[in-house]
């Protein structure tokens, strides 16, 4: 045989091993698939589409309170978790130990609370006073108005007024007509004189009569009405100022002498204040950092206290997932620390602005725990499941089995009747709609009820030499 022929013969031999040694390793990983196929029958149920985060749980009010001066510690009223109601006092200073100044604002309070009270009683004895000076003031320009009214031309008198002055004119001109005849025929010394007497009188009565019917007429003259004229606007601006003052009295202390007393007396018991330490709100005593006998210093912490009755998760939550998120919504949490509870909650608050971390962006979420019990604590972490979406009878496909190719989303199928066997499988592109940790909803798809899904389908690779037709049987997914 020639050399060329043996070596023919050698090559094609190696040829031959090679691919009985590939279609055994392909039969051997199908076989191996095979074996571990599981599958899943589809169905229709419900499912509801959920936003996994995890937050830290934090009080809604938190306060660290600390001491403002110096001094000695003398009792502390609270012990730790003790439950405490708002203004409760909590620890004080031994007045001993204070230092001068509040001694100073101790006597500042008397003073300011003093001035204060003047401030009042003053304005009271004042108010009344302009008072009577206001109603004083009206009457004089009540006066003045009347004079100067009655004095123009015709006011002085009625009707009827008039009619009796010139009645007593007329009665005084006709005794003086008679005493000037009794004048005329007196004789004698004693009967003359006593005639001019009667004369006289007689003349002195007409003259005032015939004046004061003038004045009823006539009203009176430029410098009398200049007076009253004088005396109305003096008795106006009199009232006007009356009133002003009034005003400016009747309801009380002017605001601003109230405000810088009632200023001195809030600095002076700002400063009061600090000798003792007081609970800003009702809570929990979380937190001890003093005893008696302390000697503390501004700033010394003393207490934490904690509102545990409203107790919140903060998370994020990103842009992809965020308007999935509303106000209410329902909340599952739970918390590694307590085992086999769930916990409800509610959507609190959703920001509106994202932040931008390492490239992606998420909005910060507040939830409020709704049934919050003594396992629960600040600080505790909690994993959140934020329900976005509840959906009814759908056609639910597990997670498990869907994969992605060639930039789709598929599952593998058992075809009908066929054995659960790689060479049997249907690859079947779907869209999905909403999701949970373990279903999602088939929008579109030849899936139906009843169908077989294969769970943990084999790699790509296998299903890529079955296709090629290097497997035995052939591809799964026809010629």
């Known amino acids: 045989m020639k050399r060329r022929t043996i070596i023919i013969i050698i090559v094609s031999a190696l040829v031959l091993a090679g691919l009985a040694f590939g279609i055994v390793s392909a039969q051997q990983r199908q076989q191996a698939s095979t074996d571990d196929l599981q599958t899943f029958e589809i169905s229709y149920g419900s499912l509801s589409a959920v936003v996994d985060e995890t937050g830290e749980v934090y009080a809604e009010q938190t306060a660290m309170m600390f001491w403002k001066t110096t001094g000695i510690v003398g009792e502390v009223t609270v012990e730790l978790e003790e439950e405490v109601v708002a203004e409760q006092i909590l620890a004080t200073l031994n007045k001993s130990s204070l230092p001068q100044t509040i001694y100073l604002a101790q006597q500042e309070l008397i003073n300011a609370e003093r001035a204060l009270e003047n401030l009042f009683e003053g304005a009271a004895e004042a108010a009344a006073s302009t008072q009577l000076a206001l109603a004083n003031a009206r009457d004089a320009l009540d006066d003045a108005e009347y004079r100067w009214t009655l004095n123009q031309p015709g006011n002085r008198a009625s009707d009827e007024e008039l009619k009796s002055a010139k009645a007593k004119v007329t009665i005084a001109n006709k005794r003086l007509t008679q005493a000037k005849q009794r004048k005329d025929n007196a004789s004698g010394k004693i009967a003359n004189a006593q005639a001019q007497i009667s004369l006289t009188n007689a003349i002195n009565q007409y003259q005032s009569a015939v004046w004061y019917l003038n004045w009823l007429k006539v009203g009176a003259d430029e410098i009398e009405m200049a007076i009253f004229d004088a005396n109305v606007a003096v008795g106006l601006a009199n009232l006007e100022a009356a009133e002003r003052e009034y005003e400016r009295l009747k309801d009380g202390p002017d605001p601003d002498d109230i405000t810088m007393a009632e200023a001195r007396i809030a600095a002076a018991h700002a400063s009061l204040d600090m000798t003792s330490i007081t609970a800003p709100f009702g809570g929990v005593i979380t937190s001890v950092d003093v005893l008696p006998g302390?000697?503390?210093?501004?700033?010394?912490?003393?207490?934490?206290?904690?509102?545990?009755?409203?107790?919140?998760?903060?998370?994020?939550?990103?842009?992809?997932?965020?308007?999935?998120?509303?106000?209410?919504?329902?909340?599952?949490?739970?918390?590694?620390?307590?085992?086999?509870?769930?916990?409800?909650?509610?959507?609190?608050?959703?920001?509106?602005v994202g932040v931008q971390q390492q490239?992606?962006?998420?909005?910060?979420?507040?939830?409020?725990?709704?049934?919050?019990?003594?396992?629960?604590?600040?600080?505790?972490?909690?994993?959140?499941?934020?329900?976005?979406?509840?959906?009814?009878?759908?056609?639910?496909?597990?997670n498990r089995a869907v994969r992605w190719v060639k930039g789709e989303q598929v599952v593998y199928l058992v075809s009908d009747g066929e054995k659960v066997i790689v060479s049997n499988l249907k690859r079947v592109p779907l869209t999905l709609g909403a999701s949970s940790d373990e279903f999602s909803e088939l929008i579109d798809?030849?899936?139906?009820?009843?169908?077989?899904?294969?769970?943990?389908?084999?790699?790509?690779?296998?299903?890529?030499?079955?296709?090629?037709g290097h497997a035995p049987g052939g591809g799964p997914f026809g010629p």
């Open 294 to 352: 302390d000697l503390v210093a501004p700033n010394t912490l003393a207490f934490r206290i904690d509102n545990l009755k409203n107790l919140l998760v903060d998370v994020g939550v990103s842009e992809i997932d965020i308007n999935q998120i509303k106000v209410g919504q329902p909340v599952t949490l739970t918390f590694d620390a307590v085992l086999g509870k769930e916990y409800q909650g509610e959507i609190l608050e959703v920001s509106l």
């Open 359 to 398: 490239g992606l962006v998420s909005f910060d979420v507040t939830i409020k725990l709704l049934d919050a019990d003594e396992d629960v604590r600040p600080g505790l972490t909690a994993a959140v499941e934020i329900v976005v979406r509840q959906v009814e009878d759908a056609l639910l496909v597990p």
């Open 445 to 468: 798809g030849d899936i139906k009820e009843g169908d077989l899904v294969v769970l943990n389908p084999p790699s790509i690779n296998i299903f890529e030499e079955m296709e090629s």
